[in-house]
């Protein structure tokens, strides 16, 4: 898996997922075997994400590697690999967890997170991440949760599977 760092949503499109991906350098790329310049386009799969109350359809691309034949999707860092909770909604409900303030807000700016949902982030949080997080000091943030998160552990904030993860840094993408 690559994970594009982007700290701004713009706009949520295909449209603009295309134009981050006909952004990329592909031959910056690495792939999880460690080479670099080996990833062409093979594939796409759907990923359902949710976003201000409705369900969005994002076909995510993947690559495969020219000399290890392994495959890894390309995902904005906004998107959490196998969640469909956008990250700065993942930190809003933890953040609203640890200052112990009621989840309504987060509840009624989108209608598709509920009480289910809370739970499981809360539940995975306190499993897998607060501890890694209070061992480095990170703050949790967009930005810098994500770049540390991938530092110290080379996965998203709040990616529980340990797949693996490259992050992949350009300044000229947003």
Not at 38 to 56: D, E
Request: a positive charge; one cysteine or more; glycine letters at 2%.
């Amino acid at each position: 898996m690559i994970t594009i760092f982007s700290t701004i949503i713009k706009s949520f499109s295909q449209n603009s997922y295309n134009t981050m991906i006909d952004h990329l350098p592909f031959h910056r790329l690495s792939c999880s075997c460690g080479q670099k310049g080996c990833l062409i386009k093979h594939a796409y799969y759907k990923r359902f994400i949710k976003i201000s109350g409705k369900l969005y359809e994002l076909k995510i691309l993947r690559l495969i590697c020219k000399c290890c034949g392994k495959t890894e999707s390309v995902l904005p860092s906004w998107i959490v690999p196998y969640s469909q909770i956008l990250l700065k909604d993942i930190i809003t409900v933890i953040q609203t967890y640890l200052k112990k303030l009621p989840f309504e807000n987060i509840m009624i700016n989108n209608l598709l997170i509920d009480e289910s949902n809370i739970r499981y982030i809360i539940r995975q949080f306190n499993r897998h991440w607060r501890e890694r997080l209070a061992v480095f000091k990170i703050p949790i943030n967009h930005k810098f949760t994500t770049i540390m998160s991938f530092k110290k552990y080379n996965r998203q904030f709040m990616q529980i599977k340990s797949t693996s993860n490259i992050l992949f840094n350009n300044t000229h993408i947003t």
